[in-house]
């Protein structure tokens, strides 16, 4: 079982089967699930994207500048964060927002001391605002923050039960791995599950990244506890 875990959740993710915005019911079964993580002892801190509002890279042109782009899909990150947050505490959760964008009214600033000591005190933490700055994913802002709040591991969780050998909704025989080298993963152009950005610095420093479905009931708690789920990057 680890001791302290880091979340990274898509924006795609929190809007469920509506396509875009945010879907209540989705985030309000999300919080539930984290609850029953800190609820087992393991501290959570949560990344979380903005895809479902706005995503930079794809919005920037016809005159917007790309960083002036991706500091919109920051502020996409602050809503869906805000969200959580709310949701996470109507669940009986304590749970706290800091961002790497300066939004005094909505959200604390990411300080590291003061999120560990969140975490310490039974709080989960949300991180929004990616790193704070443009051309950076906020998959490698949350390795980058994993390792800055002394994570054991990163759960990225998707829409898919793992990684597979080849595309399985183009492959009836793709196979399930259990495990893949970060080697492998930043090589294989196939695998798509993170930014290679994001893997590169995972594997430079050995952080392991464990790639699970979202969308069961359990599954966070159990990649959390250790147990054989997803795949395991390292």
Request: some cysteine; charged content about 20%; overall charge negative.
């Amino acid at each position: 079982m680890y001791k302290r875990i880091l979340l990274k959740i898509s924006g795609e993710q929190l809007a469920g089967n509506d396509g875009s915005g945010i879907n209540p019911e989705f985030v309000g079964w999300l919080a539930g699930e984290v609850k029953k993580v800190t609820e087992s002892g393991i501290q959570v801190v949560i990344v979380v994207g903005g895809g479902n509002f706005l995503r930079g890279a794809s919005f920037a042109g016809h005159g917007i500048e790309r960083a002036t782009a991706d500091y919109m899909g920051m502020l996409a990150t602050m809503m869906n964060g805000l969200a959580l947050m709310d949701m996470i505490e109507h669940h009986g959760q304590p749970a706290r927002l800091q961002s790497n964008v300066q939004i005094n009214e909505v959200a604390e600033p990411f300080i590291r001391r003061r999120a560990i000591r969140h975490m310490e005190k039974g709080r989960v933490v949300i991180i929004a605002g990616g790193l704070g700055k443009p051309f950076v994913t906020t998959d490698t802002a949350a390795v980058s923050v994993a390792l800055e709040l002394d994570c054991e591991v990163i759960l990225k969780a998707t829409k898919v039960d793992g990684i597979y050998d080849k595309d399985p909704a183009k492959h009836d025989d793709a196979t399930k791995l259990d495990s893949v080298s970060f080697q492998e993963s930043v090589q294989n152009g196939a695998i798509k599950v993170m930014d290679k950005a994001a893997l590169g610095l995972a594997m430079e420093q050995g952080m392991p990244v464990i790639v699970f479905d979202l969308a069961t009931d359990g599954n966070i708690l159990r990649a959390a506890q250790g147990d054989q789920i997803g795949t395991k990057v390292s």
